[in-house]
C-alpha cells in the first residue's frame, strides 16, 4: 500500500501540469474579464482569479498630491505665520492656485492645491474641528511644519507605467483594488480548472430528476457523491460538470467520452474500483491507463489515478471509492490541496494539535480519519469510522487524524484536526 504522502504526490503530479497555467498560456486557456466581475467573484469566496497577463498601470497611484488627513493646505514657508483662511477644498475637485498668505481647508483625499507643499491637521485650530473651522477667519500655522507633511505624494503607492501584478498573482481583494485605483477596467486570467465528476452505479438516483420516493424502491440511492463533491470543487473555484453513469461497460465508455470532450481538465470518478465483480471504472479504464494503487487510510483505502485515453486525448483520471465519506475524505486529503493551489487559496486547511476528549481505536496499519469537533480545547469524536456515516460528517467541524501506527487513543493523546468549516 502507499502512504498518505506517497498517494498525495502522486496526484499533484498528475494534476498540476493539466490545470491552466501561465506557463502555458493559450487562447483556450485565459479569458478577459472586467475588474468589477472578478471583485463579485473573489467575494465569493470561491478562491481567487489568477492572471494569465501583466496589468500595467496606466496612471500613477495616487494620480495626484492628495491631503492625508482634514486639515489646512499652506505653504510650509509659513509655518508660525498667521494666514487667511479662503475657500475650502473637497474631495473631487480640482482647486485653484494657493494664493501667498493664504490657507484652504481640505479635506482628506483632495488635491492638493498649486502652490501648497503642507497640510497641518484641522485638530491644531482654535475651532478644533470641521465644519467649525471653515468659519474663522485666520488660522495660525504650526511651528512644526516641514514640506510634505501629511501630503500624500503622486505616485507614492506606484508609478505609472510600471506593473501593478505579474502573470501568476492570484488577485486577492487588494490586487483587485490596486486595479480599479490605477483605472484599469478589466485583465487576462486564467480561466477555471474544469473537472468532470462521473458518479457511477446503476443504482444511483439523481436528486435533480428522480422522486424522493424512488429512494424507497428496489435498491436505489441517491447520488450523494455527485452532489457533495460538486460543492466541495465549487469551494475551490472550479467549474464541473455532473454524469452519472451505469455499470454497464460499453455504457460507461460511451457516456465517459462523450462527457470529457475537449472540456474536462480532469476526470473525477466515485465507485468502481474495488475487488468485486462489476468495478465499472477499474474494468474500462485500467486497460487504458488507469493504475489502481491501494492507500494506507481509513476511510478511503481504494484508490486509483493515472493519465487515460479519452475522446482521442490523454486526460488525467483520478478515481475515489465509492462510499460518501471516503469520497469526501479522499477529496480533502489528495486532490483538495493541488486544486486550491491553483486558485490562490490555502493549500492546508486551517491545523491544530488537540488533546482527544474520549478514546478510539484505530487500525495499527493505517492513518485513519475520523470526524469530529473541537470544544473547550478539546477533540470530540462524531459517530463512527464507517465510510457511509455521511450525516456524521456533516455534523463534524474537523478532520481528525490518527496516525499509522496507533491502536488506541486515550483521552488526553494530542491528535492533529484539520478544520473544514
Known amino acids: 500500500m502507499r502512504t498518505i504522502g506517497q498517494h498525495r504526490d502522486a496526484v499533484r503530479a498528475l494534476v498540476e501540469p493539466a490545470l491552466p497555467s501561465v506557463s502555458d498560456v493559450d487562447r483556450s486557456s485565459v479569458v478577459y474579464r472586467s475588474v468589477l466581475d472578478l471583485a463579485v467573484e473573489a467575494g465569493a469566496g470561491h478562491g481567487y482569479p489568477v492572471l494569465a497577463r501583466t496589468a500595467w498601470s496606466p496612471t500613477p497611484l495616487p494620480a495626484f498630491d492628495n491631503s492625508q488627513m482634514d486639515g489646512f493646505a ?9 494666514l487667511r483662511v479662503v475657500e475650502p477644498v473637497p474631495a473631487g475637485v480640482v482647486p485653484p492656485p494657493l494664493e501667498p498668505g493664504t490657507a484652504a481647508p481640505i479635506m482628506t ?31 495660525v500655522v504650526p511651528e512644526q511644519l516641514s514640506v510634505g507633511s501629511y ?14 501584478a505579474s502573470p501568476g498573482r492570484a488577485l486577492t481583494p487588494a490586487v483587485l483594488g490596486a486595479l480599479a485605483g490605477a483605472g484599469v477596467a478589466g485583465v487576462t486570467v486564467l480561466r477555471r480548472p474544469r473537472v468532470l465528476v462521473v458518479s457511477t452505479g ?7 430528476l428522480d422522486r424522493p420516493a424512488d429512494l424507497g424502491a428496489g435498491a436505489a440511492i441517491g447520488d450523494a457523491n455527485g452532489v457533495a463533491l460538486s460543492a466541495a470543487l465549487a469551494e475551490v473555484g472550479v467549474e464541473t460538470r455532473r454524469v452519472r453513469v451505469t455499470d454497464d461497460l ?11 470532450g475537449d472540456w ?10 474495488s475487488a468485486g465483480a462489476y468495478e ?10 488507469l493504475v489502481v494503487s491501494p492507500v494506507a487510510m481509513q476511510p478511503g483505502g481504494p484508490q486509483a489515478l493515472g493519465s487515460v485515453e479519452l475522446a482521442g486525448r490523454p486526460v488525467p483520471v483520478i478515481a475515489f471509492p465509492g462510499n460518501p465519506v471516503s469520497a469526501l475524505v479522499s477529496f480533502e486529503v489528495f486532490l483538495r490541496p493541488v486544486l486550491a493551489a491553483a486558485v490562490g487559496l490555502p493549500v492546508e486547511r486551517p491545523t491544530q494539535v488537540l488533546p482527544a476528549a474520549e478514546p478510539a481505536t484505530s487500525p495499527e496499519g493505517k492513518h485513519q480519519v475520523r470526524r469530529g469537533r473541537v470544544e473547550d480545547g478539546r477533540v470530540h469524536f462524531v459517530g463512527g469510522p464507517s465510510s457511509h456515516l455521511l450525516v456524521h460528517l456533516a455534523d463534524a467541524t474537523h ?23
Open 399 to 421: 478532520l481528525v487524524h490518527v496516525p499509522v501506527g496507533t491502536a488506541a487513543v486515550a483521552p488526553g493523546d494530542p491528535l492533529t484536526v484539520w478544520s473544514i468549516r
Open 74 to 82: 499652506v505653504r510650509a514657508a509659513d509655518a508660525g505665520g498667521v
Open 109 to 139: 483625499g483632495a488635491r492638493i492645491p498649486d502652490g501648497a507643499d503642507a497640510v497641518f491637521p484641522v485638530e491644531s485650530t482654535s475651532a478644533g474641528a470641521f465644519p467649525a473651522a471653515l468659519h474663522e477667519p485666520t488660522v
Open 151 to 164: 501630503v500624500r505624494r503622486a505616485g507614492s503607492d506606484l508609478p505609472s507605467g510600471v506593473p501593478i
Open 264 to 273: 474536462a481538465d480532469l476526470v473525477l470518478t466515485t465507485g468502481g474500483i
Open 202 to 208: 446503476s443504482e444511483l438516483l439523481d436528486p435533480a
Open 250 to 260: 460499453d455504457g460507461f465508455t460511451a457516456a465517459l467520452e462523450d462527457a470529457v
Open 280 to 289: 465499472v471504472v477499474r474494468q474500462a479504464l485500467e486497460p487504458r491507463g
